[in-house]
């Protein structure tokens, strides 16, 4: 009953969200079908890179892609580069202390490609512009720590055990040549 429940539920938001998208407005924008576009506003270039498991591709830069309004017959969801809700800080990923250690053990050449390869500006650069780091160790990390660890049963509540060294054997290295590369890069510590 439950699950019927929450098939139906789930079903009601996915019609409601496309009835939403395809409304129609007064400048055409969600013109269900009608396609008389004569809007000849320039589109957004889109770059993407692309790695594949195989390793047949790494990091491989694909044709750019232009956005624009395209006829057809299917609903759409029409962006309106014009009109902002919120803004983005940036876009990136986790690093973690396992994959700092994987990084410091490339050869310096091919840490410092990896490295200007995401975070570097260069045409052949993805630009990662926000990096989230683990404060302490992550499941990623070949052990578990903390930043004040003490035996069991002991409490430090002065914090006087509090220490960063496990984080600067890989991680805080990693981190200042990265923010040597890109010194806006943004970190959030969680």
């Not at 009953?1 to 939403?20: D, H, K, W, Y």
């Not at 889109?46 to 790695?51: A, C, F, G, M, Q």
């Amino acid at each position: 009953m439950r699950l019927n429940f929450i098939s139906a539920f789930l079903l009601l938001g996915l019609l409601s969200a496309q009835s939403n998208c395809s409304k129609g407005s007064s400048d055409n924008g969600g013109n269900n079908g009608n396609n008389s576009n004569n809007n000849n506003t320039p589109g957004v270039t889109i770059s993407s890179w692309v790695t594949k498991g195989d390793q047949t591709l790494l990091l491989q830069k694909q044709v750019d892609q232009t956005t624009g309004k395209v006829a057809n017959s299917y609903s759409f969801i029409d962006v309106d580069t014009t009109q902002t809700f919120q803004a983005v800080d940036g876009f990136g990923y986790a690093l973690t202390g396992g994959s700092a250690y994987v990084i410091n053990q490339l050869n310096s050449s091919d840490k410092n490609s990896l490295l200007q390869e995401l975070f570097g500006s260069g045409d052949n650069s993805i630009k990662v512009s926000y990096l989230r780091i683990s404060m302490g160790s992550s499941d990623l990390n070949a052990s578990v720590y903390s930043y004040d660890d003490v035996p069991s049963g002991q409490t430090d509540i002065a914090l006087s055990q509090f220490s960063l060294s496990q984080d600067t054997i890989d991680l805080i290295p990693l981190l200042k040549q990265i923010l040597a590369i890109n010194p806006n890069i943004k970190l959030l510590a969680t």
